[in-house]
């Protein structure tokens, strides 16, 4: 992982007075592909920017950057660093699947409203992670697993149906989604993922 911090003074030196956000980082976005590295985090002024804050200020003039600093990592170890952290993390979430079936079979759906949240919440960094494991493979033609396509259609299948069911408030039919769809599909995740 690499680190660069610069202060205001630092980027007028590099960049004109009439520069932004989104043209600093795209700048260095160019100049650390050229090394085989990627942006992974940037900080504005002291704070950690999501991906939504860096659209929402890509605007910031330089005049209100006081401080930027990005951090940045070979892609294939990001990749390596996401298969560890998912077949680590998959059990319990392929656990709490179970749990929260469960809960929305014998609870009313506002008891099980932050247990579903979070099995939701975790399933959304799944999914972005799938994502980008799958852009990273495509880019530097890397042969995904076999089961990659069909599994990634029965993850959104079952997603699609939850919130069908979810919309409708229909919580016999989200607990067998979620205990059999969803438990299934991420049990076939973990194994595919183990594979890579």
Known sequence: MSHLSLNQHELLQVFGPDSDLKYIINHYEEEFQKKGEVICRIHLNDLNLSEDDESRLKDTPISEIKTLAVDTENPLHLFDDVLKYWTKHLPNLIDSS????????????????????????HCHLLVN?????????????????????????KLWKAFNELLDNFNNKNTTIMADIIEYDLGDSLQTWF??????
Request: aromatic share 6%; hydrophobic share 40%.
């Open 98 to 121: 179970d749990k929260l079936a469960q809960s929305l079979r014998f609870k009313s759906i506002d008891q099980s409203a932050v247990e579903l949240s979070k099995f939701i919440d």
């Open 191 to 196: 194994e595919v993922l183990s594979e890579m």
């Open 129 to 153: 992670s799938l994502n980008s494991i799958n852009s990273l493979c495509q880019h530097r033609s890397i042969t995904l697993p076999s089961r990659w396509i069909t599994s990634e259609l």
